[in-house]
């Protein structure tokens, strides 16, 4: 069982859908990291968050510490959305030793 | 805007050589962490250096070895190379080795024939 786990592992959405992916994690964490991959392989970070919710335009990523879950969800997709989406999270005191999720690939159609 | 760079981009080799692979880290950061992504996987962790000590280490034999310099630029050497090994390979820096705020490289991608 990996210690990070996401769903959906594929996700196809129209153009203007709110979209929700998911990440439970099973271990003791000291942040969360929501992280954006581009076919070309370079990762950018989106959220970095340990509590309630954060907003960037169109993203938005909560976090239930208590439940061991975030979300990250995407209002009006737009086909650059399309990537994959992954979440990482290092255990405590590790700093950037991320355990990472599968990744979700979204496909925004026009 | 990330600072950090990885190269190659993209390297073929043979199995049983041996490969080096190269990361600059973001300026002013002194950890950076190593991890291998195979293709439809998430990335793995290998290892973190941190001021030049390696700082913690994945599930990974002893083949795959690092190095960090003292200006923290850092590179990934494997050993005997294996068709398996062939993956993105991706470099992390943080400013320091408790920050979980990390910028990633490009990645090089390693294909083994």
């Known amino acids: 069982k990996n210690e990070v786990e996401q769903s959906p592992q594929n996700l196809t959405a129209q153009e203007g859908e709110f979209i929700t992916i998911n990440c439970s994690y099973s271990?003791?964490?000291?942040?969360l990291h929501w992280l954006q991959q581009h076919p070309g392989g370079g990762i950018v970070s989106l959220f970095m968050l340990s509590s309630g919710k954060k907003k960037h335009g169109r993203l938005i990523a909560t976090i239930n510490i208590q439940e061991k879950h975030s979300s990250l969800h995407i209002t009006a997709s737009h086909p650059r959305d399309s990537a994959v989406y992954i979440c990482?999270?290092?255990?405590?005191?590790?700093?950037?030793?991320?355990?990472f999720g599968t990744g979700t690939s979204l496909t925004v159609i026009p | 805007e990330t600072g950090v760079t990885q190269s190659p981009t993209h390297l073929i080799k043979t199995r049983g050589q041996q490969v080096t692979l190269r990361c600059s880290s973001q300026s002013g950061h002194n950890t950076v962490s190593w991890y291998q992504q195979a293709l439809g996987q998430g990335p793995q962790f290998i290892f973190q250096?941190?001021?030049?000590?390696?700082?913690g280490r994945g599930n990974f034999p002893p083949r795959f070895s690092g190095l960090q310099f003292p200006n923290y630029s850092s590179e990934l050497n494997v050993n005997a190379l294996e068709l398996d090994d062939s993956a993105l390979y991706l470099c992390a820096s943080s400013r320091n080795r408790g920050d979980t705020e990390a910028f990633f490289g490009q990645g090089t991608r390693l294909t083994v024939v």
């Open positions: 271990v003791g964490i000291s942040a």
């Open positions: 250096y941190y001021r030049e000590e390696e700082n």
């Open positions: 990482a999270a290092p255990p405590p005191n590790t700093g950037n030793q991320f355990y």
